[in-house]
C-alpha cells in the first residue's frame, strides 16, 4: 500500500489567493483526518470524516477553512481567502473502522505571504 | 477535557544508552494511548499503542512504553538509543467515551542521540 497521499508538499501563495490541499487515503481506511500543525499550537485536530460524512468540524478556524470528501479515495482542504498566519504544515491521516491507530501523510508544508 | 503532557521539550541521550521520554494524560474515561516520531520534513509514523492488557507495550524499532494508571504515565522507552532515533516524539491520547474519535496529541519532545 502506498500509504496516505497529499499534494502538493509544498505551496507557497499570496494573501488572499485560494489554497486548496489534496488527500488520498489508505484504500479500505473509513476515518479520514485533517491536522494542523504549527510551532505555536501543536498539531491541532481541524475535521474528520466516516464514510465521507463530515462528523466534528469543531476544529475547523473560520469561515474561510472547508473541507470535502466526495469520495472514499479523495478529500480537499480549502482555505479561500488565505492570510499569513495560516501558514503551517497541514497533515492528513486515516484509520480503519477496526483499528484505532491513524496513520498519517507527509504533510503539506503551506506558506502564505 | 482531556490532555496530554510531555515535560521535557527535548531530551538528550548518548549512543547506546537508554532512553525515557515523557508523557502524562488526564481523561475522563479509560484511555487509549499512542506514539508517534517525526522525522525531519516527514509525516507521524505510529510506533505503539495501549488499549488493554498488559502495561507494558512493545512497538516498532525496538521502542517500548509502560502504562501507569495510577501515575497517569504512558513513558516510552528504548533500552539501547541509536543516532538514527533522534526525532520528534508525540504522545497522544483518545478518549474511548461514546466512542469518541478525539485524537489529543502532546507538544511533542526532540530527542537527540549524540554519536
Not at chain 1, 82 to 98: I, K, L, Q
Not at chain 2, 10 to 36: D, H, I, M, R
Request: net charge neutral; aromatic share 12%.
Amino acid at each position: 500500500d502506498a500509504g496516505v497521499i497529499q499534494s502538493p508538499r509544498h505551496e507557497v501563495t499570496e494573501m488572499g489567493q485560494e489554497v486548496t490541499l489534496r488527500c488520498k487515503p489508505i484504500s479500505g481506511h473509513d476515518y479520514l483526518f485533517w491536522y494542523r500543525q504549527t510551532m505555536m499550537r501543536g498539531l491541532e485536530l481541524l475535521i474528520y470524516f466516516n464514510n465521507n460524512v463530515p462528523i466534528d468540524d469543531s476544529g475547523m478556524p473560520e469561515d474561510r477553512f472547508s473541507a470535502k470528501m466526495p469520495n472514499a479515495s479523495f478529500s480537499t482542504l480549502k482555505i479561500q481567502p488565505s492570510e499569513p498566519r495560516d501558514s503551517a504544515v497541514y497533515f492528513c491521516a486515516s484509520r480503519g473502522d477496526r483499528e484505532v491507530e491513524q496513520y498519517f501523510g507527509p504533510g503539506t508544508r503551506l506558506t502564505v505571504t | 477535557a482531556q490532555s496530554v503532557a510531555q515535560p521535557e521539550d527535548q531530551v538528550n541521550v548518548a549512543e547506546g544508552n537508554p532512553l525515557t521520554v515523557k508523557c502524562t494524560y488526564s481523561v475522563s474515561g479509560n484511555p487509549y494511548l499512542f506514539w508517534y516520531v517525526q522525522y525531519p520534513n516527514r509525516g507521524l509514523q505510529f510506533l505503539l499503542k495501549y488499549i488493554t492488557g498488559d502495561n507494558l507495550v512493545k512497538g516498532s524499532y525496538g521502542f517500548e512504553a509502560e502504562f501507569n494508571k495510577s501515575q497517569t504515565s504512558f513513558h516510552l522507552k528504548k533500552p539501547s538509543a541509536l543516532v538514527s532515533d533522534s526525532a520528534l516524539y508525540f504522545c497522544a491520547v483518545r478518549d474511548i467515551r461514546n466512542y469518541g474519535q478525539n485524537f489529543v496529541f502532546g507538544p511533542g519532545t526532540r530527542l537527540s542521540v549524540l554519536p
